[in-house]
């Protein structure tokens, strides 16, 4: 199958900064990413669509100014969190789209102190 | 609203013996419905993908069926190995026109010797 990568694998920033995660799309062009968020024990929830050239797509309830995102290019996608505060540590998922199924990064386990 | 339920938190099995996880849904119409593996602390891994007009899918030792008069799902894995302990996440397509995934919560599978 298709490989995705995620940049960092994990990382710890103070409260207040901005964290930026790079996903890649390794042996395809990904038009669409998807980036999901996933709590302890919880289910991954969707948080925005990502589509090259174009705007993000946010789901209801996600802060489009907190989660800037970028895709630049057919094979790179960034989520960047903007003035982040603990309530926004969590393990952050990119993934790329094939036909029908989605193809997933290993995640970015992101702490804020 | 939208929901999809996997109604065992956790399983435990003997290796050996057949596993089988179910998934059920409400309030979507699938046009086809995805398994995911997903390891503690990494992103989830496509396992396979059933249509609905598709009673069954098979690849190697797992097995799913998909009912959509019931609305429900089942996941198998025959001849279970400690090696297949991990969670198992059912997703249906929001739009189903390729677009995000809906996941439920999963299902821990543990797999003893």
């Known amino acids: 199958g298709a490989v995705v990568s995620q940049h960092p694998s994990w990382v710890i920033c103070k409260s207040g900064t901005s964290v930026k995660i790079e996903c890649r799309s390794l042996?395809?062009?990904?038009?669409?990413m998807f980036w999901y968020r996933q709590f302890p024990k919880q289910s991954l929830m969707l948080m925005a669509t990502?589509?090259?050239?174009?705007?993000?797509?946010?789901e209801q309830g996600v802060e489009k100014d907190k989660f800037l995102i970028n895709h630049a290019s057919l094979t790179l996608s960034t989520l960047t969190v903007t003035s982040a505060h603990p309530e926004d540590s969590s393990f952050y998922i990119c993934?790329?789209?094939?036909?029908?199924?989605?193809?997933f990064g290993p995640g970015t386990r992101l702490t804020v102190t | 609203s939208q929901k999809i339920e996997q109604n065992s938190e956790a399983l435990n099995i003997q290796e050996g013996k057949t596993a089988t996880l179910t998934c059920n849904y409400t309030?979507?119409?699938?046009?086809?419905l995805q398994w995911y593996r997903q390891d503690p602390g990494r992103g989830p891994v496509f396992l396979l993908l059933?249509?609905?007009?598709?009673k069954e899918k098979r690849k190697e030792r797992l097995k799913v069926t998909f009912d959509t008069t019931l609305k429900q799902s089942l996941f198998h894995i025959t001849a279970s190995q400690p090696a297949d302990s991990a969670t198992y996440l059912c997703?249906?397509?929001?739009?189903?026109?390729?677009?995000?995934?809906?996941f439920g919560k999963g299902t821990s599978l543990l797999v003893t010797p």
């Open positions: 993934s790329a789209r094939g036909s029908y199924e989605q193809y």
């Open positions: 042996d395809f062009q990904a038009t669409t």
């Open positions: 990502s589509n090259e050239g174009s705007k993000a797509t946010y």
């Open positions: 309030n979507y119409s699938p046009a086809y």
């Open positions: 059933i249509r609905e007009n598709e």
């Open positions: 997703a249906l397509d929001i739009t189903n026109s390729g677009y995000a995934l809906n």
